[in-house]
RNA sequence: UGGGGAAUCGUCUAACGGCAGGACAACGGAUUCUGAUUCCGUUUAUCUAGGUUCGAAUCCUAGUUCCCCAACCA
């Protein structure tokens, strides 16, 4: 997928700058190990899409692995149910770790051999103070932390406790075991941190094996240790953690030849960078899980969720959300990346990969008057017209058609060249058609168009060399199938939801519209899991939950883009701001 | 009145003392049996103020703005 011929366009990202700079020098004996390390309390999402292709790109790029590890630390959220959805998320999206799949679970006996060695170093002791008590005593960020009393317990009795409290001597709460770093840092983080509690919970992979748990901050670099991880990225919320990260690791170097437990051998370091932001979604998993729960959605794997789950079922495909995640950077900046740069991707694959049909959406009846009655026939059409060898289909064709209702205008704005009384157009693959009159109900609405056809323009061409400037989609009556579908817009309606209210307010009332469209024959027995365009529409995607044999349900994917429409926003924009417009504006012609 | 980060077209991102480049968006045009695609073109940026230098986005000084940190979450 490389393009040589390309004028270089390079620029490595800082990370891979400093990996780079890292094999330059032969440090970790030039290796790259990198890692993905979700927590397994919700689904991926988009923006872990961005860590993984990061993560395991530079795996695959510079010749070495990436690990897939759970940080499976707090058992009260974690579940299997979700160590399973996102295997099988990063699998769908084209990532292998090979054999190397982790769980910090793993390493919970060495943690503890771990703490056991930092208090006989005197890096470590057991604080009874309560959760209220710990974060007096922490200060804040202008007042520095105060000495727990229990800081100075001797080394036999720290051993002693902690021995007890992962024996379950103590009740929850009862007790931590803290690092003993300095209460007066200015960076809170390395204010004597907790790294283990005690918590009576039955964890998804080690059961009740413990009661007590390590945490994120303890057991993060250890299992980076342990793995022989030599470039540790992570967010930009962790950068104020990275002096702890390597304090610890430090700690552990020390354990003596011979100890119960040898120091990791791997000498990691944490690389930063900025998460994804797009705007109108939401990404923290606490409020995709809320819309899930309290069922502003159907699921997860809701079409409208970015999460990886929600995308896969669109129809986006791995592709585009691997081009996507190219495509953002990395950096350390705080940005906002537009929708419109997703959306783009998948209309960057889909164009190419996607086969067409006709489908109208929203039908308008037309009669084709001197079309003889009671006959039918058939009209080829290509299944794509950037890919010829994909060859052509028959559509049935006949009197009666529908068309898109708003490609009919009795009394057509300016610029418009679809149909309209008196005017030519043509049915893709099929005929010339002429509006000749309307029919109305009783209250005026348009309910039919008469129209009369060439019958030498037969497959969309005239002999006599004349053009017309409207092609459109057509499905005829009498064969068309009626067909399912939902059109998606954005879960809400606003660029950074949940600014300055609950974010739940911002959702798009009108995120998701169903209705039953007409297609052509063929889209009836299209299997789930299958990709079209529907031509001048959008490309749309068969369910693969939703859809049975012979009724597939169909996701709008993207719309396709829709200069037309923009133009006529466009007007009203301008017609709205016209009215209140000045006269002075002609004087600024003497500027300059 | 702490600690840690970040500031480049509208957006995202290059440039590492030597012509501020690319992508997306926008706008204009060409082609088109999809008002799609494709192609061509145009507009738009170095947070501010000083300094060093032949030369500064880049180095120095001072300032401004924004983000993160005060879970026994990750």
Not at 20 to 49: C, M, Q, Y
Not at 265 to 290: D, I
Request: hydrophobic share 35%; aromatic share 10%.
């Amino acid at each position: 997928m490389t393009d040589d011929s390309k004028p270089a366009a390079q620029g490595l990202n800082f990370i891979e700058a400093i990996i780079e700079a890292d094999r330059e020098s032969a440090k970790h004996g030039g290796d790259v190990v990198t890692r993905f390390p979700p927590e397994p309390n919700g689904w991926l999402h988009i923006g872990h899409a961005k860590s993984i292709a990061l993560n395991f790109g530079l795996g695959l790029k510079y010749g070495g692995r990436t690990h897939l590890r759970f940080d499976d630390t707090n058992p009260l959220t974690e579940e299997v149910e979700y160590v399973e959805a996102i295997q099988n998320d990063i699998k769908w999206l084209g990532f292998d770790w090979g054999k190397h799949l982790y769980f910090a679970s793993d390493y919970f006996e060495k943690m503890y051999l771990y703490g056991e060695e930092l208090i006989k170093m005197g890096k470590a002791y057991v604080c009874s103070l309560s959760g209220d008590e710990v974060s007096e005593y922490r200060g804040d960020f202008f007042k520095p932390g105060k000495d727990s009393p229990y800081r100075e317990r001797s080394i036999d009795e720290n051993l002693q406790m902690f021995r007890d409290m992962r024996a379950g001597k103590f009740k929850d709460g009862a007790h931590t075991l803290r690092l003993k770093i300095d209460m007066a840092s200015g960076n809170p983080t390395m204010r004597d941190p907790p790294c283990y509690r005690i918590r009576r919970a039955t964890h998804h992979r080690t059961s009740d094996a413990w009661c007590i748990y390590p945490l994120y901050d303890y057991a993060h670099c250890i299992s980076d240790a342990l793995e022989n991880i030599t470039h540790s990225i992570c967010t930009l919320e962790f950068e104020s953690h990275r002096p702890l990260y390597d304090w610890v690791l430090e700690q552990l170097r020390t354990i003596p030849p011979g100890a119960p437990v040898a120091a990791p051998t791997g000498q990691p370091h944490q690389y930063e960078f900025s998460r994804l932001k797009l705007n109108y979604t939401v990404m923290s998993k606490r409020k995709l899980l809320q819309l899930v729960t309290e069922k502003h959605v159907s699921g997860w794997e809701d079409p409208r969720m970015l999460t990886l789950a929600g995308l896969r079922r669109r129809g986006y495909t791995a592709e585009s959300l691997r081009a996507f995640a190219t495509s953002v950077g990395v950096t350390k900046n705080d940005s906002w990346t537009d929708m419109g740069v997703l959306e783009g991707a998948i209309r960057e694959d889909l164009n190419l990969r996607a086969p067409r049909a006709m489908c109208v959406l929203r039908p308008l009846k037309i009669v084709i008057e001197n079309y003889p009655e009671g006959e039918q026939e058939t009209v080829d059409v290509q299944n794509h017209p950037l890919k010829p060898e994909l060859g052509t289909r028959k559509v049935p064709f006949g009197r009666e058609i529908y068309i898109e209702q708003e490609d009919f205008q009795e009394v057509p704005p300016k610029g418009f060249f679809r149909l309209q009384p008196g005017k030519e157009v043509r049915l893709r693959g099929a005929y010339f058609v002429k509006c000749e009159r309307v029919v109305k109900d009783a209250d005026g609405a348009v309910v039919e168009v008469r129209c009369s056809y060439d019958p030498s323009t037969r497959g969309g061409d005239s002999p006599d060399g004349r053009k017309v400037k409207g092609t459109l989609h057509w499905v005829a009556a009498a064969t068309a199938v009626d067909v399912d579908i939902r059109l998606f817009d954005r879960l809400f309606s606003v660029e950074q939801p949940g600014t300055d209210r609950d974010f739940l307010l911002d959702l798009n009332p009108h995120s998701l519209e169903t209705l039953q469209a007409k297609g052509e024959p063929m889209l009836a027995s299209s299997s789930s899991g299958q990709h079209f365009q529907f031509e001048r529409t959008g490309y749309f995607f068969a369910d693969p939950k939703d859809s049975k044999p012979g009724a597939p349900v169909w996701n709008r994917v993207v719309g396709l883009k829709d200069s037309w429409a923009k133009e006529q926003r466009a007007d009203v924009r301008a017609v709205g701001t016209a009215q209140g417009a000045d006269v002075r504006a002609v004087g600024t012609a003497q500027k300059r």
